[in-house]
């Protein structure tokens, strides 16, 4: 196959022109405010190679951004704008640290057991906004929205009436030693979820570009109506997607509990599914280009915040270029004249192989 058909340089081109707008407007914004501008930049853009643990603390970041990032992919290329992946992924931490709490088992089957019954709350949880749908025609985005209210409340009651730490307050007691997954590089967080992240992501291209399911699954977000005369059956599929959705949810969930915490601390709610969404823009919706994205959003971010301790600049200035990202990409206008001359140079040459062909 050639290349040039097989990659779609347009969306390339497109996300790359969002980025570099983004990151243009951020350095005037540093200049504007910064009173050593040129420092300032150099931390922002280059901060994460400062130190070991600068860059590795952008691949820790990365990993929950992956898989909430493969949720999203999944469970929104079947047509339903769902964001219960918030809910997979904190109440799965939660069932992840009271079995990793209450729950001793020999290392090995303790972390897989504690991994596996993640996966399946997550993926238990991802069906309903769903099935409530189905059976009382709510929207499945207020639906969701509201359980990321109900699991978050639940989940950190059950923490703090039965596994609270008195001494702290705030946190649970202390995991068994047997839970944690355990750091993968010596002086840093990073730790062997990563190669678990790797596996969910190899999956999902798999199953999303190899697969009959993902086949089907985007032609029934596509036109869910030309599905249906297709015979495919089009509840299994979304139910389906968004079941696989919700499990790779709360394996993240469950892999950033015992990865990056000895206690359960999750004190506020984790609110991955926004950053889920840019990062499938970001990838332009294809599953092996999602850990590229989550690496490029981490990265900007700790680069944002070596740049805060040494400065005067405020490290939310990731917000502004998140923000100006989405709009682009989400944008239907921005470089649509390149896209015409594209479709029409294309039209132009099909039309004249039919004509040679005809001769």
């Known amino acids: 196959m050639n290349i040039k058909k097989k990659i779609d340089w347009y969306s ?3 996300v790359a022109t969002s980025i570099l707008i983004a990151l243009l407007i951020a350095a005037v914004i540093i200049f504007a405010v910064a009173d050593d501008p040129l420092t300032a930049l150099n931390r922002f853009l280059l901060g994460p190679f400062s130190t070991k643990r600068n860059f590795f603390n952008a691949v820790e970041m990365m990993i929950p951004l992956v898989f909430c990032g493969l949720a999203i992919n999944i469970m929104h290329k079947s047509g339903l704008f769902s964001m219960v992946a918030d809910s997979s992924f904190y109440f799965s931490g939660v069932v992840a ?3 990793a ?3 001793p088992m020999p290392s090995g089957v303790h972390q897989l057991v504690i991994l596996l019954t993640a996966t399946a709350v997550g993926g238990v949880i991802g069906v309903i906004p769903v099935i409530i749908k189905r059976k009382t025609g709510a929207n499945e ?3 969701s929205l509201m359980m990321n209210y109900i699991f978050f409340n639940f989940g950190y009651w059950l923490i703090r009436a039965f596994f609270l730490d008195e001494a702290n307050g705030s946190f649970s007691v202390r995991f068994q030693k047997t839970a944690t997954l355990g750091k ?3 002086g840093t967080n990073a730790h062997y979820g990563i190669f678990i992240m790797i596996a969910a992501v190899i999956f999902m291209w798999i199953l999303m570009d190899k697969s009959k399911f993902g086949r089907e699954l985007k032609i029934t977000g596509s036109n869910s109506s030309f599905a249906k005369y297709a015979g495919l059956k089009i509840g299994g599929i979304v139910i389906g997607s968004q079941l696989i959705g919700g499990m790779l949810a709360g394996l993240g969930g469950g892999v950033e509990m015992i990865g990056m915490y000895t206690h ?3 004190i506020t709610a984790q609110t991955y599914v926004w950053d889920g969404i840019l990062i499938n823009l970001l990838a332009g919706t294809k599953p092996l280009m999602i850990p590229v994205s989550a690496f490029f959003i981490s990265y900007i971010r700790i680069g944002a915040l070596v740049m805060s301790r040494g400065g005067d600049v405020d490290s939310e200035i990731v917000s502004i270029i ?7 990409i989400a944008s239907e206008r921005f470089m649509y004249q390149m896209k015409k001359r594209k479709e029409e140079k294309e039209a132009l040459q099909n039309q004249a192989m039919e004509t040679a062909g005809a001769n």
């Open 141 to 143: 985005l207020v639906i």
């Open 184 to 186: 993968l590089i010596k």
């Open 97 to 99: 640290a009271i079995l």
């Open 101 to 103: 709490i209450a729950c």
């Open 12 to 14: 390339v081109i497109r």
């Open 322 to 328: 998140q923000g100006i990202i989405i709009i682009l």
């Open 264 to 266: 359960f601390q999750w």
